[in-house]
């Protein structure tokens, strides 16, 4: 059963302005992917109407990371 | 003479923004957090800090940068420079982070991680962005603790999750070796 989904559609006569409209997703096109690297993990998940984006979410899971050494010197060097 | 300078500026500009091309967000923890942990500015660790007499952790926030900006080592607070703006649900500061679990030894590595995702819910964001800023919300100050950087993403109408790694001494978010 088709969900409803929010999404963001540009409205006529207001080409800068993209309002949030409910829309049932049996109209969308469904795309989903991901990659993963030495950094990261990421998954999305995109929804098209006539070619264009209207709906965008993504997971990053972070692998690499910061780190500092800590030193202690010894007296005289 | 003004076609001359309107003809100078095309190179002038290409040039400029080629440079400001060049600014690019860098995973590091900041040199200043090496320093602010010294002198105690930082309580990462829950409730267990004898030494102290407020004995409770620092609250922390990530937020979110876009791919044009150009935060780093160099950070010392939390900067609004280049952060997404605030439309489309995404707040100015970011989001709160959880840190369940306090500082542990793993042989000879310090290591802490946040012990939940973060989740900006039905974001739209102003533009492509690739990295996050975690610094300390407790103080007024707010100092800078690392940069995370990731693949640039753009969120429509939708969730963006960033998930913390295993936190352990070999992949936790922040360790000292």
Avoid: C
Wanted: aromatic share 10%; hydrophobic share 40%.
């Amino acid at each position: 059963m088709a969900e409803i989904l929010t999404v963001k559609l540009k409205r006529n006569g207001w080409p800068e302005d993209e309002a949030p409209v409910m829309i049932d997703e049996s109209l969308l096109a469904y795309t989903e992917g991901g990659f993963e690297d030495d950094n990261e993990i990421t998954k999305w998940r995109e929804w098209h109407l006539d070619g264009k984006i209207v709906k965008r979410a993504a997971h990053v899971t972070l692998k690499k990371n910061v780190a500092a050494e800590a030193v202690a010197a010894m007296f005289g060097k | 003479m003004k076609r001359f300078f309107r003809w100078l500026m095309v190179p002038v500009a290409a040039y400029a923004e080629r440079f400001l091309l060049l600014y690019a967000n860098s995973q590091a923890m900041t040199s200043a957090f090496k320093r602010d942990i010294l002198k105690g500015f930082h309580n990462l660790g829950g409730t267990d800090n004898p030494a102290r007499s407020v004995n409770t952790s620092d609250a922390y926030k990530l937020a979110l940068y876009l791919a044009t900006a150009s935060r780093g080592a160099g950070d010392t607070v939390y900067n609004t420079t280049g952060e997404l703006a605030a439309t489309g649900n995404y707040v100015a500061g970011g989001e709160a982070v959880t840190l369940g679990t306090p500082p542990a030894l793993d042989s000879t590595t310090a290591h802490v991680t946040p012990s939940a995702s973060v989740t900006w819910t039905d974001l739209t964001s102003s533009g492509a962005f690739d990295a996050a800023l975690l610094y300390n919300d407790s103080h007024a100050t707010k100092y800078a603790v690392s940069v995370h950087t990731f693949a640039s993403q753009s969120i429509t109408a939708a969730d963006f999750t960033l998930t913390m790694p295993t936190n352990d001494g070999t992949t936790g978010l922040i360790r000292i070796a």
